[in-house]
């Protein structure tokens, strides 16, 4: 088995070598290597650093909207903001998945777009066009949030096509692009919340247009990929080709997104405002390793796309080695940031919080398990893993929700995300022959790549 450390390849003549951790040029060069392709842990280093600067701000934005809403203006703000996050993967039907399978093979990006950019359309624009009756079924009375949902629904098509070109952006490895698309959705809100804050203005309203304009402008680098390709195309058979496709990873990716997001959704009308709250304020300290570690996926799934399945174990050792760590330094620290930063009001967090970041270790490395299988043309692999823990979720929300409300939900979320970890773990050691070790055991390679990846984020991190 050769890790990301030691991988060792014979290029086609004039191609660079590529040695995991290094892109070294080979000794006869009749082209100009692919400067995009660059080195593995520079890519994690920079998506880490987006990550990392992406937490931090939900640190600081997280106890200025807890001051300044409460725990029930809080679970108000979750109310639109879980939607916004929720409905596009759905809505989506896997269809920008097919991104990763189809340009790192040389499809042109005029082709992907035009073909699955339509369909996607067409969805946008149903879900827009019942934007009120959603909105209404969903804002149990509350005005504001039915406004705000309201434009939520509407802005679909932009956010569905958005959706598809970062997935492509990451399939063709623009990784400034891709670092400005993981980076805006966390700026833009961190600078108007942080303001209106210290004008007094900051409310529910206010602070849910934000993270909307966040998520609208992201797309944006997107777009610039778009005005230097030609015009885009509308080939049938490869929109069918891609929504087949789709189909089978959105069923795996609905049932994830299910387990990650049916708690919040559910509590909008099963528990009070209150609860809501501190629940959302327990899933972003929990989700904050995520988004660190979370960066290993787009390289991954654009390189197993390639066909480098050999990159898939060490990426989930790594993960799920990292989050480990991260997490019991937050469960430590969880106490001391819900009353320092929160308010006394969020104490009553700390258990779900503890229980989540539990969780939050199964589903990292389901998650790169998810991506790589995905990218290896498995999409049923983690659809069906996904879809037991989906049961598991249902079941355990309708028995646990009422009685035992925040705590409930997260005792439920850490049973599904452990059982989908495990289901994919077993079925990609079936596929690749090799031993559950190599999944979970760290290596003196894994320490040598993690090494680089930390210099790589000192120097990008580092002033100029």
Known sequence: MRSLADRRALPPP????????????????????????????????????GGVLGAATGFVTGPLLARALGATGRGDLAAVV???????????????????????RGRAIEELVGS???????????????????????????????????????SMPLLLVGGLLQMSLAALERWRAVFATRLIPFVVPFFVIVALYLLGDLTVASAAIATIAGSLLAVVPGVCLLAKARRPVFRSALAREGVVFGVKSWIGGLAMIANLRLDQFLMITVVAPRVLGLYAVATTIAGASGLATGALTPPLMSRVGAGE?????????????????????????TPTLLSVLFGPEFRGAIP??????????????????????????????????EG??????????????????????AIVSL??????????????????????????????????????????????LRPA
């Open 309 to 333: 399945m050999s990159l898939l174990p060490q990426a989930v050792r790594i993960t799920v080695s990292a989050t480990l760590l991260l997490n019991v330094v937050l469960a430590l620290a």
């Open 352 to 385: 779900m919080t503890l229980i989540l970041l539990g969780a939050s270790v199964s589903y990292g490395g389901a998650s790169v398990l998810s991506s790589g299988l995905q990218a290896a043309g498995a999409p049923l692999i983690p659809s069906a893993a």
């Open 415 to 460: 049973v599904a995300y452990s059982t989908s970890f495990l289901v994919q773990l077993v079925m990609a050691r079936q596929r690749t022959g090799l031993p559950l070790r190599e999944f979970l055991v760290p290596t003196r390679a894994d320490g040598l790549w993690a090494r680089a990846l930390l210099s790589g984020m000192i120097l990008r």
């Open 14 to 49: 004039g191609a660079a070598v590529e040695t995991g951790s290094l892109t070294a040029a080979p000794e006869v060069v009749t082209e100009p290597p692919r400067t995009e392709r660059q080195r593995m842990s520079g890519i994690v280093a920079r998506l880490t650093v």
């Open 82 to 104: 879980v939607p916004l996050g929720l409905v596009p993967p759905v809505l989506a039907l896997g269809i920008p998945a097919f991104a990763y399978r189809e340009l790192p």
């Open 388 to 409: 037991i823990a989906l049961v598991i979720t249902v079941v355990g929300l309708l028995t646990l929700l009422r009685p035992f409300g925040g705590v409930g939900a």
């Open 116 to 154: 699955l950019g339509l369909p996607l359309v067409v969805i946008g624009l149903a879900a827009a066009a019942a934007a009120v009756p959603l909105a209404d079924a969903l804002a149990g009375g509350r005005e504001v949030v039915r406004t705000l949902l309201i434009v939520v629904f509407i």
